[in-house]
Nanobody
Framework: QVQLVESGGGLVEPGGSLRLSCAAS????????MFWFRQAPGKERELVAS????????IYPDSVKGRFTVSRDGARNTLFLQMNNLKPEDTAIYYC?????????WGQGTRVTVSS
């Protein structure tokens, strides 16, 4: 079964940047659309970025639009999330997700903390 492994989280000050990575153990082209979600303490999981199969189009909610950018590197089988101008309310565990064949695949998450 294909697995997704996130990395790149950490502690950053408000206004700072982080780039998250999501490495697939198989061919990333086998996924349909891919997504980044986040879950803050005590809150429901929130979709923060969607990328169409092949990476031709991306969609973001208003909460991150203009600050977050999702991309993929097919040669490295990796999905990225570039996060700029981070705010304390971006603090959460970030997960990548996608459907591979008939299976929905989730990564284990990477923690992002935005604090001074």
């Amino acid at each position: 079964q294909v697995q997704l492994v996130e990395s790149g989280g950490g502690l950053v000050e408000p206004g700072g940047s982080l780039r998250l990575s999501c490495a697939a153990s198989g061919n990333i082209d086998g996924f349909q659309a891919m997504f980044w979600f986040r879950q803050a303490p005590g809150k429901e999981r929130e979709l923060v970025a969607s990328l169409t199969k092949g990476g031709s189009a991306a969609i973001y909610p208003d909460s991150v639009k203009g600050r977050f950018t999702v991309s993929r590197d097919g040669a490295r089988n990796t999905l990225f999330l570039q996060m700029n101008n981070l705010k304390p309310e971006d603090t959460a565990i970030y997960y990548c997700n996608g459907n591979y064949g008939m299976s929905e695949i989730w990564g284990q998450g990477t923690r992002v903390t935005v604090s001074s």
